[in-house]
């Protein structure tokens, strides 16, 4: 005697399966899609956006737009508000070199934002933070030997991007290093820098040809 189960019969069984493939066909194509913003074309570059590629050229001392700024012109005004900020947190804050860049990795390293990661990895490094810093953070690990100004913005900021808020020792560790001035450019560049992986995040903003990514995802 055949006792069919009727738990899931196989009409079910085998629909349950093709739909199971699809999502992860679908899922592997969206994973793996590039460049939903392309560079725009000078033909494409609407007089606002003109406008906006040559105030960021001078303000940046630069010939050309890219990155995170090429996927921003498509609101023109915004990109170059957004430069504004980052011309101070970049170049200006309270935070010495060394430390701004640190900061900048462990963003690039909480949004696995691999086109921030490729430009500023070699910049921190070159600021003088050790490379074995820089590989620790690229593994999701908490960087060995860390100097005291570094163990105070890795807590601070780790803190601030894993559980939205600061501990009481950690704010004043980080007060006695930098003041509170310290402690608000190391804010301003923490969110200046998600903001641009957001936008490269959304967009797929690829990684130049041949650059193979520095960053792998850690499972959700």
Avoid at 59 to 72: H, L, Q, Y
Avoid at 141 to 165: G, K, Q, S, T
């Amino acid at each position: 005697m055949h006792i069919q189960n009727r738990s899931q019969p196989p009409r079910v069984a085998a629909g349950a399966l093709v739909t199971a493939v699809l999502l992860t066909l679908t899922h592997a194509m969206t994973a793996n899609a590039q460049n939903r913003m392309p560079p725009l074309t000078e033909a494409e570059l609407s007089p606002e956006q003109r406008a906006a590629v040559e105030v960021f050229k001078e303000a940046r001392n630069t010939d050309r737009v890219g990155g995170p700024f090429m996927v921003m012109l498509r609101s023109p005004e915004m990109m170059n508000r957004a430069r504004n900020v980052g011309d101070y947190v970049r170049f200006r804050s309270a935070l010495p070199p060394r430390l701004s860049e640190f900061v900048i990795l462990l963003t690039a390293r909480h949004w696995t934002q691999n086109y921030e990661w490729y430009v500023h990895a070699p910049i921190a490094e070159r600021e003088g933070l050790d490379a074995s810093i820089v590989e620790a953070v690229a593994d999701g690990r908490r960087p060995a030997d860390l100097a005291a100004d570094e163990a105070a913005v890795y807590d601070f900021c780790m803190e601030l991007l894993r559980n939205h808020e600061v501990s009481d020792p950690t704010y004043a560790r980080m007060v006695s290093r930098f003041g509170e001035k310290g402690v608000i450019d190391a804010i301003g560049i923490l969110g200046y820098y998600q903001m641009l992986a957001m936008v490269m995040n959304t967009a797929r903003t690829p990684l130049p040809d041949g650059v193979e990514p520095g960053l792998s995802s850690f499972p959700r």
